[in-house]
């Protein structure tokens, strides 16, 4: 019930930092605890390196290398989260801002400061534009490399029957 609401679909911290548990094989890396923000966009590219299947295209960084670097983040759908440093926006699905928070002086997200610090938001308008800009050209390129008119790899036996175990086929 943090900020009056019940379950999932809020921006709230209490509901973006959901624990992300990863169980390699052979107990490679257990009982590693990491507090880094990540999104689910590191999850493609996290198992994508542990099996050696290249994934430069993809966004997100690996996961199991080490300590995750210092980066924005962007979150969310309708609503978009913008995470930079300290300073999290919320901006609705039009882009214009809605509420700001330092997260390291106001950790609980209770004081609004977009009326305050217009140049923050500013300046996370402009990250959240750009990443905007960035996503749709992605998919555009990832929407024409699935072209329909091109050939399907063959598979071997072992792969549909692999993929028929799964439920794929």
Do not use: N
Not at 31 to 46: E, I, K, N, S
Not at 65 to 86: H, N, W
Not at 92 to 119: A, H, I, K, N
Not at 135 to 141: A, H, S, T, V
């Amino acid at each position: 019930l943090e900020h009056g609401r019940v379950l999932h679909g809020s921006f709230w911290d209490e509901v973006l930092r959901a624990p992300l548990i990863i169980r390699w094989p052979h107990g490679r890396l257990a009982g590693t605890l990491r507090h880094d923000r990540v999104t689910a966009y590191d999850v493609a590219p996290t198992l994508l390196d542990h099996v050696g299947v290249p994934h430069q295209d993809l966004p997100g960084v690996v996961l199991e290398t080490g300590e995750v670097p210092e980066r924005t983040l962007f979150l969310g759908t309708a609503a978009r989260v913008v995470i930079d440093g300290s300073w999290k926006a919320v901006f609705d699905s039009s882009g214009r801002q809605v509420l700001l928070y330092d997260l390291e002086r106001d950790p609980d997200e209770s004081r609004d400061l977009s009326s305050d610090r217009p140049d923050v938001v500013r300046r996370l308008r402009g990250l959240l534009d750009h990443q905007r800009r960035v996503d749709r050209e992605m998919f555009e390129r990832f929407e024409s490399a699935g072209d329909e008119s091109r050939e399907a790899p063959e598979l071997t036996d072992e792969e549909r029957q692999r993929l028929r175990r799964l439920g794929y086929l």
